[in-house]
């Protein structure tokens, strides 16, 4: 008995498609924290759903979820810089300005602060803002993401603490009285 080599290799993108469905919620999760916005973030998914599929005709990733982290910070970012984004959220915001949601809190306003968090995740180099998304978004350890990344623990532990201070330094001058 002769097995077809083009259904065998139809049945492997279909594998491919199935693994890629158990990372649909982190990957939403991670484009809805950085977004703030369910439809972007369901957008951001299926681009990174085509991109995976596009990925895996030549192979899967070796380490799945630090590619997906690094596609879906990718595309958040370029929709970010994107014009339309930014009619898009403008609108957004025009609508919920009028609503009442009870009694402000004083302090930061938070929708301000993310904003400026975001403009300075796009400051880091890619490894940083991977490294500081998966450390602190993911709550993953240095050991995790460094095995993740297939690089050393000291070197990951570099990425960050360069992060952190790229941060710092561009947070602190309007943050830290909060």
């Given at each position: 008995m002769t097995t077809d080599p083009g259904n065998t290799a139809e049945q492997h993108r279909a594998d491919l498609a199935t693994d890629f469905e158990r990372f649909i919620p982190l990957v939403f999760n991670w484009a809805n924290r950085l977004t703030r916005n369910h439809d972007q973030s369901m957008d951001v998914v299926q681009d990174v759903y085509l991109k995976w599929n596009q990925q895996c005709r030549h192979g899967?990733?070796?380490?799945?979820?630090?590619?997906?982290?690094?596609?879906?910070?990718?595309?958040?970012?370029?929709?970010?810089?994107?014009?339309?984004?930014?009619?898009?959220?403008?609108?957004?915001?025009?609508?919920?300005?009028?609503?009442?949601?009870?009694?402000?809190?004083?302090?930061?306003?938070?929708?301000?602060?993310?904003?400026?968090?975001?403009?300075?995740?796009?400051?880091?180099?890619?490894?940083?803002?991977?490294?500081?998304?998966?450390?602190?978004?993911?709550?993953?350890?240095?050991?995790a993401i460094a095995s993740e990344c297939d690089v050393s623990i000291s070197t990951i532990k570099t990425h960050y603490l360069r992060a952190v201070r790229v941060l710092r330094g561009t947070l602190s001058s309007r943050w830290k009285d909060q």
């Open positions: 899967a990733p070796d380490r799945p979820e630090a590619w997906l982290r690094v596609v879906t910070t990718r595309r958040v970012f370029e929709l970010m810089r994107s014009p339309q984004l930014r009619v898009v959220n403008r609108e957004l915001d025009e609508r919920n300005a009028g609503r009442d949601d009870g009694p402000t809190r004083p302090g930061p306003d938070m929708d301000l602060l993310k904003d400026d968090v975001l403009q300075s995740l796009g400051l880091l180099t890619e490894m940083q803002r991977n490294v500081v998304l998966a450390k602190i978004m993911d709550q993953k350890t240095f050991a």
